[in-house]
């Protein structure tokens, strides 16, 4: 299979006002680890169940490969799709063994037992074979939900927020487990969470997604580095949020004026952040505020800081600062402004 394609794809659930999806274009390469991001009721959960057969949309066209699995006069379901699903809470069968569960779908191929070893190899769960639900934890429940969906060799892998039920070590772990095997097996993966982070570290492309509407496509060094708006910019966990107007390479602001690298060309009306490690507090700063706030954090100090502008406006920023940095709330400091931790986006 060379890709999954998205065209044009809408969904509205019966009694609401608006579309859970609407016009949605995506493109997903084979092998490639996809995530849709965003927060509850942007779409991203419908979408995926879209992928999966479980909701049909209204309109639009969804391909795997050169097959069209549904267009305006088609819908091939679910178990004909060829594809692996890996749910939030497992949906494991409780009175059935790894090996049953695992083997559900396979009962009648020949080489059952020969695929089973081959996935338990693979998730590490040799030895489980005769093990019930009840009699794992929560990692070992996941990473056979994980076997489940190999065995039949899909051609794509979904992931309905498959971490939030383990806690942050072992999310962490089983994250990385598993993005392994997906890279192991050049598995297609589509995931869906609303944690950035997880979406960051685990992604080859991210799709960020707000009220049915995708936001911006694009590799996690991208969206992190070039937001395509405010709504991307503060999903990512973006702060120090200002207006500015750009003529050639100076962005003019309640800042003054910050000489940076233009490469989009901006012209003037646009919105940036500053990063807070690109704010630092020193004698030699160019500006001046006073400290609002700490937070300690072991490798950091969090500072929020009161700016006054020349018109008496008060801005808010934070940085964050050596935590040996004896600073108190009241400090009248001084500051400086890195350029190459600003990011520009059009307003």
């Known amino acids: 299979m060379s890709s999954i394609k998205l065209r044009n794809i809408s969904k509205k659930y019966k ?53 069209a699995i ?35 779908g396979i009962k009648k191929d020949k080489d059952y037992k020969d695929k089973i070893n081959k996935v338990l190899y693979l998730v590490k769960l040799n030895g489980f074979e005769k093990k019930y639900p009840s009699e794992l934890s929560g990692g070992q429940q996941q990473r056979v939900a994980l076997a489940r969906a190999l065995v039949r060799s899909p051609k794509v892998i979904l992931f309905d927020e498959p971490f939030s039920n383990l806690d942050t070590d072992l999310r962490t772990n089983m994250r990385n487990e598993i993005v392994s095997i997906i890279r192991k097996t050049k598995s297609t993966a589509i995931f869906v969470t609303h944690d950035q982070k997880e979406a960051m570290a685990i992604s080859d492309r991210v799709i960020v997604m707000n009220n049915g509407f995708v936001e911006q496509i694009g590799t996690p060094k991208e969206i992190f580095e070039k ?16 207006k500015g107007e750009v ?15 233009n490469e989009e060309n901006f012209s003037k009306d646009v919105q940036f952040s500053i990063k807070p490690s690109g704010i630092s507090i020193h004698d030699e700063g160019n500006l001046s505020g006073i400290v609002k ?55």
Not at 308 to 317: A, F, H, Q, Y
């Open 15 to 67: 009694d609401e006002k608006k579309f859970a999806v609407s016009n949605m274009d995506a493109q997903i390469e084979n092998g490639e680890i996809i995530t849709l991001l965003g927060p509850s009721g942007c779409g991203k959960t419908t979408t995926l169940r879209m992928i999966a057969g479980f909701e049909k949309p209204q309109s639009g066209s969804i391909y795997f490969g050169d097959e």
């Open 70 to 104: 549904v267009d305006e006069d088609l819908f091939i379901p679910p178990q004909n799709r060829g594809v692996g699903m890996v749910f939030q809470d497992y949906a494991l069968f409780p009175h059935l063994t790894v090996e049953e569960n695992i083997g559900f």
């Open 227 to 242: 937001p395509k708006n405010k709504f991307v910019a503060e999903f990512i966990g973006f702060s120090n949020i200002f």
């Open 247 to 261: 003529n050639d390479n100076v962005v003019s602001s309640d800042f003054g004026d910050i000489s940076i690298e």
């Open 293 to 347: 706030s700490t937070s300690y954090f072991g490798d950091y100090l969090e500072v929020f800081i009161s700016y006054i502008t020349k018109d008496k406006e008060v801005l808010d920023l934070v940085c964050y600062e050596d935590p040996s940095k004896d600073l108190k709330v009241g400090d009248s400091i001084r500051f400086s402004i890195d350029k190459n931790k600003i990011v520009i986006w059009k307003e």
